[in-house]
């Protein structure tokens, strides 16, 4: 057996138990899911619609700053807004997008013909340059949300996450 077709194999088995973890939603495209998504605590995973390949996990907890749960729904809020630049996944997106040379120079012929954009506007078409979809599972809180971020972290950080 290949070395390729061990490795499918395994990320198969992996992807299985973290399927088995919890309760997922359907996966969805990204910016369609958040206005699903709920403001309870939990763990979310971006994947990649083409190939199925899952490129991040992370986890949400009660982000009541506001007066209002903000859980998942916030989390998503954060990276589709761009204000998540130099965090987790919102950093992630944005160091893959100006490693991009096309995405560079669509860059700079917006600037040259539409004036100059905020950071948080480079963050936000990062991340909605991925077009990935998303899943997650609630949980009764915060320490669940990590317990089941570090369950899935270990299973799949060997098989291409972007965590750091």
Do not use: C
């Not at 290949?2 to 969805?28: C, I, K, N, Q």
């Amino acid at each position: 057996m290949s070395w390729s077709a061990v490795h499918d194999y395994t990320l198969r088995e992996r992807y299985a138990e973290v399927h088995d973890l919890a309760d997922w939603s359907p996966w969805m495209p990204f910016a369609e899911a958040i206005p699903a998504a709920p403001r309870e605590p939990g763990v979310y995973l971006l994947r990649e619609p083409l190939t199925a390949i899952i490129r991040y996990a992370g986890m949400a907890g009660e982000r009541a700053a506001s007066g209002r749960p903000q859980g998942l729904y916030g989390r998503l809020t954060v990276y589709r807004n761009g204000r998540g630049a130099i965090s987790g996944f919102g950093e992630e997106a944005l160091d893959r997008a100006l490693a991009d040379p096309a995405w560079l120079e669509q860059q700079l012929h917006d600037l040259r013909h539409h004036g100059p954009k905020t950071a948080q506007d480079w963050a936000r078409e990062a991340v909605l340059r991925l077009d990935l979809e998303v899943s997650w599972s609630v949980t009764s809180d915060t320490p669940d949300a990590r317990y089941l971020e570090t369950r899935i972290l270990t299973l799949l950080k060997p098989h291409g996450l972007w965590n750091r």
